[in-house]
């Protein structure tokens, strides 16, 4: 079953535009529809599976965040990128949190949390996905959560809260960060890293652009898009990360859905390009890291 959106989840306007069609080039093979909203621009899947529907384009083997085993060249280099990223999003944390108490919704297979817990940290983490969460409490002796309203019931409260490439895939982003800035301490942070829709290898790769992950990605940011839904609800950007090292990821994924094969030296070259237009502030970064934090507090 799909689900179709009248509002515009940031603005509120009705009157939308399709901007593009693509494919679920990962899984499904199926076309959807990226709309933009007249009013404020903003861009997102509609119509799209509801919650129950949706579940299925998550079923696979090859969707690295939920498995754990070992896989082809892709995979190889997604998890070589994570060992880096799981070191630099520690560092983020512990230099922004007032706190040691972090809660990482969406957390997959738990590495982040699992390396936070050696650093002494207190940890708790919220994934839908019911291997991962299993994974999780196996290998690292973790207790993940299924959904945010575990924690809410419970009253818990956190001093930094990081949605890793999430914020994307959540079905209401008003609810969502109605419930996140419940759980989050008055002086806590908000870490939110999304993909950059106005980033040079979005333009350049248009369709095929793999940060559109067509219909897992329900909504596509852009720095203006994520301002002005933060403002919604009280929340402001202190600082922003640029993830310099997706440009050459999602390039190589791009790669394939384009030509039906990965061109490693390609991608590479296109996510050079991508980083030096975004260094020359012509373009955005492929993904930007956003920390955040309460306002007029």
Known sequence: MQEVLTQCPVCSGSDFSTFLEGKDYFLSNE????????????????????????????????????????????????????????RNKYAIIKSHSPGKRILDIGCGT???????????????????NEKAREFAKTKYSLNIVGNLNELKE?????????????????????????????LLQIEGILIIAVPNSESWDAK??????????????LYHFSEKSIIRLLKNHALGIIKTIPQKLDAFYISLLSERYKSGHGNFFMALLQGIISN??????????????FVIKMENI
């Open 31 to 86: 076309s959807f529809v990226i709309q933009s909203c007249k009013e404020c621009g903003f861009k997102f899947t509609n119509p799209r599976p509801d919650s129950n529907s949706i579940i299925s384009y998550y079923d696979s083997e090859k969707y690295i965040s939920h498995n754990a085993k070992n896989g082809g060249l892709t995979t190889t280099i997604y998890r070589l990128a994570r060992y880096f990223s799981i």
């Open 110 to 128: 738990a590495e982040l949390l699992n390396y936070c817990q050696k650093k002494r940290m207190e940890v708790h983490g919220v994934e839908p």
């Open 154 to 182: 419970k009253g818990e409260k956190f001093d930094c809260i990081c949605l890793w490439h999430v914020l994307e895939h959540l079905p209401s982003l008003t609810q969502s960060l109605e419930d996140i800035s419940c």
């Open 204 to 217: 350049h790769y248009k369709k095929f652009w793999a940060a559109y992950d067509l219909p897992r990605h």
């Open 276 to 289: 030096f237009r975004a260094w020359e502030k012509k373009d955005a970064y492929s993904s930007t890291i």
